[in-house]
């Protein structure tokens, strides 16, 4: 059973920057997806960002050229590096994980079986 723990949520101002990370625990196979969604307040959960084991990135929309996923393989970890943060972006952020999986990473949160707690971001204007 994988275990994922977020971390580095928290308050920004609108034009600001945070940066999330999420550990994983327990096995995981090494072709594998790690993603971030987010659920704000009456909406949906929605797919932020993914990565795969190789470095395949996949991006929604709203995110593309403010955020960035990486991952280090050797500790674990992946890393959402937000810049240029809008009050829109306030929500809770989820890492999910899907392992015995390759190709470029699915934004689609019935791909994923694996998620973390969340950690919430608030952006103000």
């Known amino acids: 059973q994988v275990q994922l723990a977020e971390s580095g949520g928290g308050s920004a101002q609108a034009g600001g920057s945070r940066r999330l990370s999420c550990t994983s625990s327990g096995y995981m196979s090494s072709d594998n997806w790690m993603a971030w969604f987010r659920q704000a307040p009456g909406k949906e959960r929605e797919g932020v960002a993914g990565?795969?084991?190789?470095?395949?990135?996949s991006y929604a929309e709203f995110v593309k050229g403010r955020f960035t996923i990486s991952k280090d393989n050797a500790k674990n970890t992946v890393y959402l590096e937000m810049n240029n943060l809008k009050p829109s972006d306030t929500a809770i952020y989820y890492c999910?994980?899907?392992?015995?999986?390759?190709?470029?990473?699915?934004?689609?949160?019935?791909?994923?079986?694996?998620w973390g707690q969340g950690t919430q971001v608030t952006v103000s204007s």
């Open positions: 999910s994980a899907r392992d015995y999986i390759v190709g470029a990473p699915s934004l689609s949160q019935g791909d994923y079986n694996q």
């Open positions: 990565v795969s084991t190789y470095g395949s990135t």
